[in-house]
């Protein structure tokens, strides 16, 4: 079992910046990659950003340009950089920790989400 804890979301002025954090409660080499997704109300899950176990990123095509997705295995964290963050980026962000099934993604385990707000 392994538990994912997001921090770092909070309030933002439109074109401000924050750094979110998903720490493991245990190895993220196990998965074939961590992801960071969000939700806002009213609307689907999406995925915003994925780093693949070889290091290939993948972003939505929403926040390509903004957002950096980092890994830091030696303290088994994922990172999302998030600049100039837009009202539209208001959501909860999870991560999650995917393993490879064919030509799609299981997503194994998922964090309890942080509130993201971007406003003036």
């Known amino acids: 079992q392994v538990q994912l804890v997001e921090s770092g979301g909070g309030l933002v002025q439109p074109g401000g910046s924050l750094r979110l954090s998903c720490a493991a409660s245990?190895?993220?080499?196990?998965?074939?990659?961590m992801a960071w997704h969000r939700q806002a109300p009213g609307k689907q899950r999406e995925l915003v950003a994925r780093?693949?176990?070889?290091?290939?990123?993948v972003y939505a095509d929403s926040v390509k340009g903004r957002f950096t997705i980092s890994r830091d295995n030696a303290k088994n964290t994922v990172y999302l950089q998030m600049n100039s963050l837009k009202p539209e980026d208001t959501a909860v962000y999870y991560c999650?920790?995917?393993?490879?099934?064919?030509?799609?993604?299981?997503?194994?385990?998922w964090g309890q989400g942080t509130q993201v707000t971007v406003s003036s």
């Open positions: 999650s920790a995917d393993r490879a099934t064919g030509s799609s993604w299981r997503y194994d385990y």
């Open positions: 780093i693949i176990s070889g290091g290939r990123t």
């Open positions: 245990g190895s993220i080499f196990r998965f074939d990659a």
